[in-house]
């Protein structure tokens, strides 16, 4: 692994996204410089830290390489297209367009479909002017987390493209997405049935330093046990 001074990344140890642009560096052997930002806190609405991302949101990146503009990079499937094309190899999209299309398709179920509806920011609406308690929000938790994988589960076991891992047997984007929800589940403690294959395919990705080193309870920050 290569520490690299070039990339700064606004960074929290439990979140889904974080958990993505750490694979991604981990699969290209790059070690970005982190800075914490504590959403248990509140730091994500401080002043400073919305002049980086108005949404206040993590993870942020800035590059800080030469010739390249400061402005941070946000979203992290946008960061995670950034990274693969900075850093060919391993690549982590397929090298046919129909096999990128279904990558990104993956990806996003559970990207862009699946982890917005159980973010802080969603509880905290939800708690505030909805009128959920505990209670509800983990059964809003459940009802989301098993709607996304499911689906996916339905896609995996059916499409010819799944192999090893969720297209072919390399790690691709899709499994990096697929991963970052799991881990995230294990922390609020949930279990979704019916999904043999999501499983199988998460098992392989934690059979790789890459994915073992992202998980949220190795980072700074994370509870101690």
């Given amino acids: 692994m290569t520490s690299s001074d070039r990339f700064e990344l606004f960074s929290f140890w439990r979140t889904s996204a974080t958990y993505r642009v750490r694979v991604a560096f981990n699969l290209k052997g790059v070690a970005p410089k982190e800075h914490n930002v504590d959403l ?25 390489g030469p010739g390249q503009s400061p402005t941070p990079l946000t979203q992290s499937l946008p960061i995670l297209e ?31 479909d699946t982890h917005p509806l159980i973010t802080p920011r969603v509880k905290k609406y939800l708690t505030t002017t909805n009128g959920f308690d505990d209670a509800a929000w983990r059964a809003w938790q459940i009802h989301w987390f098993t709607t996304g994988l499911q689906a996916l589960e ?52 934690e059979q790789l330093d890459a994915f073992a080193a992202a998980d949220p309870s190795r980072q700074a920050g994370a509870p101690q046990a």
């Fill in 154 to 205: 339905q896609r995996l076991s059916s499409e010819p493209g799944t192999g090893t891992f969720c297209h072919g047997d390399t790690p691709t984007m899709a499994d990096i997405c697929l991963a970052s929800i799991i881990v995230v589940m294990r922390i609020f403690k949930i279990e979704v049935p019916g999904i043999p294959t999501v499983m199988r395919v998460m098992a392989a990705c």
């Fill in 82 to 112: 950034f990274i693969d094309e900075s850093f060919p190899t391993p690549a982590l999209l397929p090298a046919d367009a129909h096999g990128r299309a279904r990558v990104r398709s993956l990806a996003a179920m559970l990207a862009a």
């Fill in 40 to 64: 248990d806190a509140g730091e994500q609405r401080s002043e400073a830290f919305l002049k980086i991302n108005p949404m206040g949101a993590i993870p942020a990146l800035v590059d800080h």
